[in-house]
């Protein structure tokens, strides 16, 4: 047996005796959608995905975020990170959660200090 054919049947023969890592869609019960409070059209997308995505009430969470795409990390700390906990802490989700989208006016940098 060459090498070439070893290597392949070693690779085919894990493939086949580990365990599946592939996982289904999230569903509507697992997934978030953060969006921006004071970006008209980021509200307005994040309830029409909400609305045919068919979420659960308490899924989306309309965060006070500033408009630009930077922010700082106090402020992704203050603004993101402890209002979207507290959000799904209240929509009884925390836990359950395995996507998160990020609707468009959402911040997408964080710049570090230093």
Not at 8 to 32: E, F, I, Q, R
Not at 42 to 70: E, F
Request: glycine share 4%; net charge positive.
């Amino acid at each position: 047996m060459s090498k070439m054919s070893f290597f392949l049947a070693l690779v085919c023969t894990t493939l086949l005796l580990s365990p599946s890592t592939a996982k289904a869609v999230p569903g509507p019960d697992s997934v978030a959608v953060i969006a921006n409070k004071n970006i008209p059209e980021s509200v307005t997308l994040a309830q029409t995905y909400a609305q045919k995505r068919q979420l659960p009430p308490g899924h989306v969470c309309l965060l006070d975020l500033p408009t630009q795409n930077d922010m700082t990390l106090a402020a992704y700390r203050a603004k993101l990170l402890t209002p979207f906990e507290a959000c799904l802490k209240k929509a009884g989700i925390l836990k359950r959660v395995e996507a998160v989208l990020l609707i468009r006016g959402v911040p997408l940098r964080v710049s570090l200090p230093g």
